[in-house]
């Protein structure tokens, strides 16, 4: 049956999970009994396996295309169009192709126990690409050397394209020919970083190198200054005026802009009004406008060892959608009416305007809920409260527990890291984590789920699927090995509460 299904999938691949699905096959037991099988096969050269776990069966046609992959040690490869599988390329029968591009390539017959191996024909699609490494420059000529992982030779640049770079600068390469009896590529100086090993040429140097902008085009930052906060009466009136609620920010100790803020106050019933507010980018960022389409491009901000590249210029980021102490601010906020215990009586989703009362780092809103004191110690202590209800429940609800320490850096003003720590996530990051967890949920049922019978709107819905049984299994077996139970069937709220609890069990303790 196996045979059959795999004579059928011509060029495409597949993994146990899929044949599995295609046989009827559906305890974990038979699963395992099929992917054994697969493995069999790929052994006795019957199939290839593509990727860990992932087989095709090895016939091919002898002219196919693919997107070339160029690798520093002389490995390189094809991927052919609908496939997964990387065939080799001799570096004398691959035309000279770059990383990524698109090529017209002759596959050699398939023999047993010899790994398969193609030659470039045709480059059908140059892959426009650059390089960055460190200058040297003679007298009627320049070289690029790079450690790129995609290229093992120097690049050569012609005096009048090195655009004033100097021995010893990082620069970026664009290379512009590779002609067919040369050893090295052609090509023209894009930028100068600034001097090869300096700290602010080097982070530059790792944003170019995965195609991450470094600045912004002078035209976007022109219009980003030209924006101003426009916080007048008017566009008060069109909001709802949280001015006079208690409002703080809680972030790291080294955050330079604010773009989340917490408020509360006790209502006349005897509940409390919890508000998550974020900056309103939108009142600034207009569709189509050229920080819109910049900001598309970008569509996040990158975090860096020793800075944060923002999506936005730092006229916006940092200024005026920066959620700073004793500034009044445009945001846009999810309310929450809740009761003692944490339930939501009712919540809001509306454009407000706010103004900080407090910028706190985690370590002062920490300090606050261990010691009961401090400023604005009364609202930090009662959402503190409220968020570790909402946690316990999650959790009850099936939540998994990921509770991790990162690695972090401390700075010193040249950039130079001085010191390592771990940020361990406590009260104070939880606090935060569950609200915004509350608002995620509350806007996503709003969006995915409406009320009066209206139609649901299409959205990005961040949905973690459940684990892969074999996977699940393999976990237990070892688990089982150290005397802790994890469960492989039942819902995912059974499984799930199955893993906290061994999680818990086995937090602190060593192997």
């Known amino acids: 049956m196996i045979d059959d299904f795999i004579d059928n999938q011509g060029n495409k691949t597949f993994n146990y999970k899929q044949v599995s699905h295609a046989l009827g096959v559906d305890t974990p037991q038979a699963q395992k009994a099929v992917a054994m099988r697969l493995a069999e096969l790929e052994f006795d050269g019957e199939l290839i396996e593509v990727t860990p776990g992932k087989y095709k069966a090895p016939n091919r046609g002898n002219v196919a295309t693919g997107v070339f992959t160029r690798r520093s040690n002389g490995k390189n490869t094809v991927i052919l169009d609908g496939d997964e599988e990387g065939i080799f390329v ?20 398939r023999r047993k126990g010899v790994e398969p191996e193609c030659k470039v024909l045709e480059i059908i699609e140059k892959n426009d690409q650059v390089f960055i490494g460190a200058l040297t420059v003679e007298r009627h000529y320049g070289t690029l050397s790079t450690d790129s992982k995609f290229l093992a030779t120097d690049i050569l640049i012609p005096r ?16 512009t020919e590779w002609p067919d009896d040369a050893k090295n590529p052609h090509g023209e100086v894009v930028d100068i970083l600034g001097r090869n090993g300096e700290n ?10 995965f195609g991450l902008p470094y600045n912004y085009p002078e035209q976007v930052e022109r219009a980003a200054e030209k ?9 008060i009136a069109r909001r709802v005026d949280m001015r006079d609620v208690t409002t703080f920010t809680i972030d790291p100790r080294d955050a330079k802009d604010f773009d989340d803020a917490l408020s509360l106050r006790r209502l006349p019933n005897g509940n409390w009004e919890a508000g998550v507010h974020i900056a309103d980018v939108t009142h600034y960022v207009r569709p189509e406008s050229a920080l819109d389409k ?3 491009k970008r569509a996040t901000s990158v975090y860096l060892v020793d800075r944060v590249v923002p999506m936005l210029p730092e006229h916006l980021s940092n200024g005026i959608c920066s959620l700073r102490p004793d500034e009044e601010k445009l945001t846009f906020s999810c309310v929450f009416e809740m009761d003692g215990d944490a339930n939501v009586i009712k919540s809001s989703i509306c454009r407000t305007v706010i103004k900080s009362n407090r910028r706190f780092t985690y370590e002062e809103a920490q300090e ?5 004191t401090g400023d604005y110690a009364e609202e930090i202590l009662e959402l503190d409260k409220l968020a570790k209800i909402l946690r316990r429940r999650r959790y009850e609800n099936g939540s998994v527990e990921f509770d991790r320490e990162e690695v972090r850096f401390d700075i010193d003003e040249n950039g130079h890291p001085v010191d390592v720590f771990f940020k361990v996530s406590k009260d104070s990051n939880k606090l935060i984590e569950e609200f915004m967890l509350l608002a995620n949920r509350t806007v996503a049922q709003r969006i995915g789920q409406p ?24 976990l237990a077996a070892i688990a089982r090995n150290f005397g802790y139970k994890i469960k492989t069937s039942g819902t995912a709220k059974e499984i799930n509460k199955s893993i906290n609890k061994m999680l818990v069990d086995i937090k602190g303790k060593g192997v």
């Open 451 to 474: 009320k009066d019978k209206k139609k649901p709107k299409a959205f990005v819905y961040r949905v973690h699927d459940k684990p892969d049984d074999m996977k699940l299994v393999d």
């Open 200 to 209: 602010n040429a080097e982070m530059h140097a790792i944003l170019a190198e």
């Open 160 to 175: 009048g394209k090195l655009k004033g770079g100097k021995t010893g600068d990082k620069a970026i390469v664009r290379i």
């Open 90 to 109: 001799a570096e004398r029968n691959s035309m000279h192709a770059l990383n990524g591009d698109k090529v017209k390539v002759l596959v050699a017959a």
């Open 294 to 296: 910049e900001a598309q």
């Open 368 to 372: 606050i809920i261990e010691t009961g």
């Open 227 to 235: 924006i101003d906060a426009g916080i007048t009466p008017a566009e």
